[in-house]
Nanobody, 120 residues
Framework: VQLQASGGGLVQAGGSLRLSCAAS????????MGWFRQAPGKEREFVAA????????YYTDSVKGRFTISRDNAKNTVYLQMNSLKPEDTAVYYC??????????????WGQGTQVTVSS
């Protein structure tokens, strides 16, 4: 599966952005999808994940209540709605695909990153 992330940009603290990740292939709904981020000088970290059906979602604690992951299997696309953004959310955001058991740790498929910059 090939993944293409988009939607990053520059936003002021407290603002919102929606990231999108379009996937190729006809088996999109069979994959769990996830978002990760990597800030300068830091390791890549898990942000959010969603099951293939969209019925289950998972978040890292720092984004709970602010970020929402969703998917549209008819459009082969997963989204990350980011609200109440903080400067510490600044990072390159990556989408990923894999089995549900591995989506938060070592998913095998990765898209290119999209830069999110939150100014204070």
């Amino acid at each position: 599966v090939q993944l293409q992330a988009s939607g990053g940009g520059l936003v002021q603290a407290g603002g919102s952005l929606r990231l999108s990740c379009a996937a190729s292939g006809r088996t999109f709904s069979s994959y769990a999808m996830g978002w990760f981020r990597q800030a300068p000088g830091k390791e890549r970290e898990f942000v959010a994940a969603i099951s293939g059906s969209g019925g289950s979602t998972y978040y890292t604690d720092s984004v709970k209540g602010r970020f929402t992951i969703s998917r549209d299997n008819a459009k082969n696309t997963v989204y990350l709605q980011m609200n109440s953004l903080k400067p510490e959310d600044t990072a390159v955001y990556y989408c990923a695909a894999g089995r549900l058991l591995e989506i938060a740790t070592m998913p095998p498929y990765w898209g290119q990153g999209t830069q999110v910059t939150v100014s204070s």
